[in-house]
């Protein structure tokens, strides 16, 4: 399962360079034991949680979006914590050398969008300057080429936008044949730097990466306790999968209740309906959930629906924007 879904992540990489989810097991109940992982020069796949340090602390009062009740819960909307410094606007190439300045020193936000960044070399890169030289000689009399590694194609209109694919090949080229080594080992250390900051968004990212299923778990519980309501997207996913898949036959509870919390969350900011884009998604996820609760017995529904409240109830740092 994990496989497919780096996969997945991977091939959208395609569509847009950048991106980002999630894998496994679950217990009920306030999560309270954060993790850390280990950092060391040559980078491995951490082989068990420890502890990590909070990319933010609780999200200031003065930060606060708006306030909403959800199942008889007061939650406090927050903006997801973002840098002071600011954001680079050149290219591929120009942004990867700026945030690397940051990543370096730990930053988790910088180190986040230079995985991002990378996640593209996966399908999208060449590596070597020969490959590089014939895709563009390729562009500029086809006004097409194709990356060899991917087999992906890239067809320009004219030959004016072919200069310009011939500019993203290049910028391409500085950022997957010079400045990366190893894509994946260079994705994974760059979300294991935003991770072991406690930048969410690369928590839940870099728990779909590692091969671990404990550390795994221990990150997406500590960015859903450090406010970020998408972990519970993520937890319902992993369990479901769980289920469907026969590794855990008991885990469509849990993953009812990170459902029906994440849904009840979302619903109390944007309403399910047919009318905006954004409700239609609600609507959707609405739906989801009720498909999963046909799968539970009556004593299983009522007891995973006190689960996903108790989730809210017991995060007083719930929650970042959706």
Same mark, same amino acid.
Request: with cysteine; glycine share 6%.
């Given at each position: 399962?994990?496989?497919? #879904? ?21 217990? @009920? ?21 420890? +502890? ?58 910088? #180190? ?33 080429? &194709? ?8 067809? #320009? ?22 400045? &990366? ?52 997207? @993520? ?6 999968? =769980? ?7 008991? #885990? ?11 849904? +009840?969350?979302?619903? =109390? ?9 954004? *409700? ?12 999963? *609760? ?29």
């Amino acid at each position: 399962m994990r496989n497919k #879904a780096f996969t997945l992540l991977a091939s959208v990489a395609l569509a847009a360079s950048l991106i980002g989810t999630v894998i496994l097991s679950f217990s @009920s109940g306030p999560i309270t034991d954060p993790i850390v992982v280990s950092q060391e020069d040559a980078w491995e796949p951490p082989s068990a949680p420890a +502890e990590i340090t909070a990319h933010t602390s609780a999200p200031p009062t003065d930060a606060a979006v708006e306030t909403s009740e959800v199942l008889g819960v007061s939650v406090t909307w927050y903006d997801q914590p973002r840098p002071d410094y600011p954001h680079p606007n050149g290219s591929a190439l120009d942004n990867y050398r700026y945030y690397k300045a940051f990543a370096d020193e730990g930053d988790g936000f910088a #180190a986040h969008q230079l995985a991002n960044i990378v996640l593209g070399c996966f399908s999208s890169r060449f590596r070597t300057e020969d490959e590089l030289n014939t895709a563009i000689r390729q562009m500029r009399e086809t006004f097409s080429f &194709v990356y060899p590694e991917s087999g992906r194609i890239v067809r #320009a209109r004219d030959a004016q936008e072919a200069e310009i694919f011939i500019r993203s090949a290049r910028n391409r080229f500085a950022i997957c044949g010079e400045e &990366v080594g190893a894509p994946r080992d260079e994705y994974g250390k760059w979300l294991e730097i935003g991770a072991n900051d406690g930048y969410t968004v690369a928590m839940l990212d870099y728990a779909n990466f590692v091969d671990d299923p404990v550390a795994s778990v221990e990150l997406i519980r500590s960015a859903w306790n450090l406010g970020d309501a998408n972990a519970l997207r @993520s937890l319902a996913a992993t369990l479901q999968g =769980s289920y469907e898949d026969g590794t855990d036959p008991t #885990a469509n509870v849990p993953a009812y209740s990170a459902m029906y919390a994440f849904v +009840e969350l979302r619903k =109390s900011r944007y309403p399910a309906n047919e009318e905006s884009v954004i *409700g239609r998604i609600t609507l959707r996820l609405q739906q989801e959930l009720d498909e999963m *609760g046909q799968l539970l017995l009556p004593h299983e529904l009522e007891a995973a629906i006190a689960d996903g409240k108790a989730l809210i109830e017991a995060n007083e740092s719930c929650c970042y924007s959706m």
